[in-house]
C-alpha cells in the first residue's frame, strides 16, 4: 500500500530555515503524481501551502509565496519543502500529501503522511 513518510521538522528561531522532506513508497509511478505541502495550526483549518504537479508547475499560498520552495526527486520518490525566513505564524504539524490532480485544496489529496512538527520561535 501507498506510504508517505514526512521529516525534517524541528524547532527553529524566527528567521530560520527548515527543509522538510516526504518519502512515499508502495507506488511506483510517483513521478505521474502531484504532491502537496499541508499544514495545520492548534484550532484551525489544515491549509494547503504548495504543491508540485508532474510536470514540475508549482503552485503556493500566498502567506509563504517567496518563502517557500518545493522540489521533488524523482529517483528517489522524495519531495521536499524548503522553508526559509520562518515566522511564529509558521508554527504547524507538516503534512505532504499525494493526489492525482493538483490543488491547494487538503480534499483534492488522498493520500497523506502522518506529519513532522515545525515550531519557530
Known amino acids: 500500500h501507498v506510504q508517505l513518510v514526512e521529516s525534517g521538522g524541528g524547532s527553529v528561531q524566527a528567521g530560520g530555515s527548515l527543509t522538510l522532506s516526504c518519502t512515499v513508497s508502495g507506488y511506483t509511478l510517483f513521478s505521474t503524481w502531484c504532491m502537496g505541502w499541508f499544514r495545520q495550526a492548534p484550532g484551525k483549518k489544515r491549509e494547503g501551502i504548495a504543491v508540485i504537479d508532474d510536470d514540475s508547475s508549482t503552485e503556493f499560498a500566498d502567506s509563504v509565496k517567496g518563502r517557500f520552495t518545493i522540489s521533488r526527486d524523482i529517483a528517489k520518490n522524495t519531495v521536499y519543502l524548503q522553508m526559509n525566513s520562518l515566522t511564529p505564524e509558521d508554527t504547524a504539524m507538516y503534512y505532504c500529501?499525494?493526489?492525482?490532480?493538483?490543488?491547494?485544496?487538503?480534499?483534492?489529496?488522498?493520500?497523506w503522511g502522518q506529519g513532522t512538527q515545525v515550531t519557530v520561535s
Open positions: 500529501a499525494a493526489a492525482q490532480y493538483c490543488r491547494l485544496q487538503p480534499t483534492a489529496f488522498g493520500y
